[in-house]
């Protein structure tokens, strides 16, 4: 799992550095062959990603999850 987190943080700040401005986190896609990550999970570690990164102000983070 920590590589998944590590990827999605990844991808937030190549988001960021891109000039994005929304970023959806979303367990959409999550079935019988692709384990979702939990997506609370992953939307705290971007967040704290991005401060760390100096990116936070950039995106705003949106949750798209069946998991709540």
Same mark, same amino acid.
């Given at each position: 799992?920590?590589?998944?987190?590590?990827?999605? +943080?990844?991808?937030? +700040?190549?988001?960021?550095?891109?000039?994005?401005?929304?970023?959806?986190? =979303?367990?959409?896609?999550? !079935?019988? =062959?692709?384990?979702?990550? =939990?997506?609370?999970?992953?939307? !705290?570690?971007?967040?704290?990603?991005?401060?760390?990164?100096?990116?936070?102000?950039?995106? =705003?983070?949106?949750?798209?999850?069946?998991?709540?």
């Amino acid at each position: 799992m920590v590589k998944a987190l590590d990827r999605i +943080c990844d991808e937030a +700040c190549n988001a960021a550095h891109d000039n994005y401005q929304l970023l959806i986190l =979303s367990d959409r896609r999550a !079935g019988y =062959s692709r384990v979702a990550v =939990s997506t609370l999970l992953a939307l !705290g570690a971007t967040h704290h990603h991005l401060i760390e990164e100096r990116q936070r102000m950039k995106l =705003s983070l949106i949750l798209e999850t069946a998991e709540a």
